[in-house]
């Protein structure tokens, strides 16, 4: 049947695809290559030991390494980046015969990936059938045929033309809800396999632990608990779906000095004990737990020395200590920032010696792959590098391709059934669970919502109001139609309420980001706006007001020097309150925001961050109660710049009040609100002391009020005394719930030896005896119960 499906893909493809005369001299004429239960993919006639399908990976590694010139071991160490960025070819031609990767290649990155650059993005079996096509090159022109890995984005959705599009990461992470982040993995990851990638650069590990960072819209939040949790969950369904999923960016990457981005990524300020306890939490996890098969390196440095040129990252940790089984990438220049940036190689070839002896294994970045191959292959004849350090790094990458089965399965094997799964209608209606759970409600003053949904006249406004491009994150799908806040209300609303319409304002100022220290009045274009949206608040019966950020502010190299809303946008509704009109504000971000006046008085305020495409349905389902909030936030909001680093876990008194100092945070990590109440009761911990640390915490919780609700159940615990000092609060367990009105569920915890552990005096991770806290809340500052146990020494 395999054999039967290869062979109607390889009859199929030139029925879809009009290719120009040089492809068809590459397609011409198929050697007669393929055979029932192997590929012949040296074309030598006779089934060699790395084409045979039952004998073990490690043996097939082997007797193909063996096979392997020099040059054809050095081209599995480098990208070729697609069509647009460094291919000059949509698909294969004979000039492909002339190129460094006749000799293959280790992977092809965002290749055809969407319109206007190319006609083969769309449909999904189009684009499916052309990389096939590039998959044949290498299959049966190359000596060896040694299939290429696709790589690509992929982090709320596949970057890909009209994919399905999920909430930015800093959403999904408000959702505290792992198996509906295991679902969007395995979309994901679907729908990449059926467009014919076989890599998923995806999930971000770094936490988002500084607000000012422009990347903090990419990641699950500040916590390592919450964030190990989703990566975990994330790479089990890319996975599950026959497609890597490499883990970005490794590591200590997300904390750069005073969160500045772009050339800036570098000198992060860490001791070693958080960079274990905290920064390296989540990628540990995904690789110990779930087997991740991809890492990329990063472009900053620890402790003076560059992450891509670190052997104890990117060998002792990830492969000596964690057991990583895949191959590692560098983040774009990483490896060339050796040299370039940090200033430790003499040239770029010491550079690229670095990184390969500290263990990378794949260069890739936006120029041709000789600028690394060449170099690589003048220091093994020189003798600076050896063959044996190439044969490791090689093996590496042939692992994955072998565990990918693509050198016994190599094609998008049903091509036109891609049509049927990439944007079907059940991931779009995913997409809309996980719109609806990432929202937040962080006030509601008097129960203004939800909203009458006959309510006479409403005004919409604001700038990311009507806004469908630029608040739907980066590194996710493209091209995506994203139904608007405006939108969405007015489909929602009855035939008998007015919706009216007005920007307001833009969502930057002339003079923006300078405006952020030096600020300066509404000029003359945008008073009008203000003002007109400020007389039209009169004469209807309620505001909402949609503000926030977008990739413009927020994303890779938009680092900020204020949490405040840019723009005149506070000056919008500031206005927009003075009429007395009542007000919901409604804010599309990706990170942290300092909205002091807006909490004092507005009524009403719903946090969205950048919720996909079907965003604006979602929202509007929470104005007007067809969706009960449950979301919780996954990262402080302090209440000014000024206050950072403000975040959780935090260690005893770094948070005390002082003199001349503003205390206290704006919404606590954990915080959300919902339209109902929930009871909490019966808290048992079993057994009360134990041995091995191994300890189970239950819960009842109960909707108390009169709307069905969500409710995320977290538990925190406290090592009373320890050899060194640990958080005042650490979360190790959450529960995301669905009550109806009056129900009530039981709700269960087990705490193992490794959540209790520390890093004592001697970096030895350890549980010590010991009393421990256990506290079970609604947030980090809303604890509703508390108790305790000990665990004491088995000696």
Avoid at 367 to 395: A, C, H, Q, W, Y
Avoid at 578 to 594: C, F, H, I, K, S
């Amino acid at each position: 049947m395999k054999l039967l499906k290869i062979s109607l893909v390889m009859i199929l493809i030139p029925l879809f695809f009009s290719i120009d005369s040089e492809a068809q001299t590459i397609q011409s004429k198929r050697e007669d290559i393929y055979h029932r239960g192997w590929i012949d993919l040296n074309k030598n006639h006779k089934m060699d030991p790395y084409e045979n399908q039952k004998l073990d990976i490690k043996e097939r590694i082997e007797d193909l390494i063996a096979r392997m010139s020099m040059e054809e071991k050095t081209c599995q160490m480098a990208t070729l980046y697609g069509y647009g960025k460094v291919a000059k070819d949509q698909l294969p031609t004979k000039e492909w015969f002339n190129k460094i990767w006749k000799d293959g290649i280790a992977n092809i990155d965002q290749h055809l990936e969407g319109s206007p650059q190319t006609e083969y993005s769309r449909p999904p079996s189009k684009h499916a059938q052309a990389l096939n096509e590039v998959q044949k090159f290498f299959i049966e022109k190359t000596r060896l045929g040694i299939p290429v890995d696709f790589t690509q984005e992929g982090i709320h959705g596949v970057h890909h033309d009209n994919a399905t599009c999920f909430p930015a990461p800093i959403g999904m992470a408000s959702m505290w809800d792992e198996k509906l982040v295991e679902e969007i993995g395995h979309i994901t990851g679907k729908e990449a396999k059926a467009l014919g990638y076989t890599n998923i650069y995806a999930p971000i590990c770094d936490l988002a632990r500084d607000p000012r960072w422009g990347r903090v819209v990419e990641n699950y939040g500040e916590d390592p608990y919450l964030a190990s949790r989703l990566a975990v969950a994330m790479v089990k369904g890319i996975q599950a779906e026959g497609v890597v999923s490499t883990l970005k960016h490794f590591c200590v990457y997300g904390i750069p000095k005073g969160g500045r981005d772009g050339p800036c990524r570098t000198d992060p300020k860490a001791p070693l004990r958080d960079v274990e306890n905290i920064y390296l939490a989540p990628f540990r996890a995904a690789i110990v737990e779930s087997g991740a098969l991809g890492v990329m390196a990063s472009y900053n440095d620890y402790d003076g020395i560059p992450i891509t040129g670190s052997k104890e990252f990117l060998t002792k940790k990830l492969c000596g200590e964690w057991g990583f089984k895949g191959y590692k990438v560098s983040d774009s220049d990483a490896v060339k920032f050796i040299f370039s940036k940090h200033h430790v190689a003499p040239t770029y070839k010491e550079a690229v010696r670095q990184s390969v002896e500290a263990g990378l294994n794949v260069r890739t970045t936006f120029n041709p792959p000789e600028v690394f191959i060449n170099p690589l292959r003048e220091l093994v004849k020189e003798g600076k590098l050896s063959m044996k350090t190439i044969d490791e790094r090689v093996r590496s990458v042939l692992r994955v391709k072998f565990l990918l089965g693509l050198f016994d399965h190599p094609y998008v094997e049903e091509p036109l059934l891609s049509d049927k799964i990439v944007h079907s209608k059940k991931h779009q209606e995913l997409a809309l669970k996980a719109s609806q759970e990432s929202i937040v409600l962080l006030k509601n003053e008097g129960g203004l919502l939800p909203l009458d949904k006959d309510i006479k006249s409403i005004l919409v406004t604001g700038p990311n109001a009507n806004e469908s491009r630029d608040v739907l994150g980066t590194y996710g799908p493209i091209n995506v139609k994203m139904i608007t806040v405006l939108e969405g209300i007015k489909n929602k609303v009855s035939s008998k309420t007015e919706v009216k319409y007005v920007k307001g304002c833009n969502l930057v100022d002339k003079e923006w980001p300078e405006s952020e220290i030096l600020p300066n009045p509404p000029s003359e274009t945008e008073k009008p706006r203000i003002e007109e949206a400020k007389s039209i608040a009169k004469t209807v019966d309620m505001v909402i007001v949609v503000l926030g950020g977008s990739n413009r502010t927020c994303g890779e190299s938009r680092s900020r020097t204020s949490l405040d809303l840019p723009g005149f946008q506070p000056d919008l509704v500031k206005a927009i309150y003075e009429t007395g009109t009542p007000t919901v504000v409604v804010l599309l971000n990706g990170r942290a925001l300092t909205i002091n006046w807006i909490n004092k008085y507005i009524p009403a305020i719903i946090e969205a961050w950048y919720p996909g495409e079907k965003g604006g349905q979602a929202i509007a389902d929470v104005l007007f109660g067809d969706y009960n909030p449950g979301g919780k936030l996954s990262v402080t909001f302090p209440k000014t710049v000024g206050q950072i680093p403000m975040n959780f876990p935090h260690n005893p008194g770094t948070r005390g009040k002082g003199r001349c100092r503003v205390s206290g945070v704006l919404y606590p990590f954990g915080y959300g609100l919902s339209y109902t109440d929930f009871e909490y009761s019966n808290l048992k911990i079993t057994p009360e002391e134990s041995a091995d640390g191994n300890v189970s915490v239950s819960v009842d919780v109960k909707n108390v009020g009169d709307m069905k609700g969500d409710e995320v159940v977290q538990l925190y615990i406290n090592d009373v005394v320890s050899s060194v000092i640990t958080p005042v609060e650490e979360l190790k367990g959450f529960r995301r719930i669905t009550l109806k009105p009056g129900e009530k569920k039981r709700v269960s915890f087990s705490l193992v030896a490794d959540q209790l552990s520390l890093l004592n005096r001697n970096m030895e991770r350890v549980v010590e005896p010991g009393v421990f806290k256990v506290m079970i809340g609604s947030s980090s500052d809303d604890i509703r119960l508390k108790g305790e146990f000990e665990v004491f020494s088995g000696d």
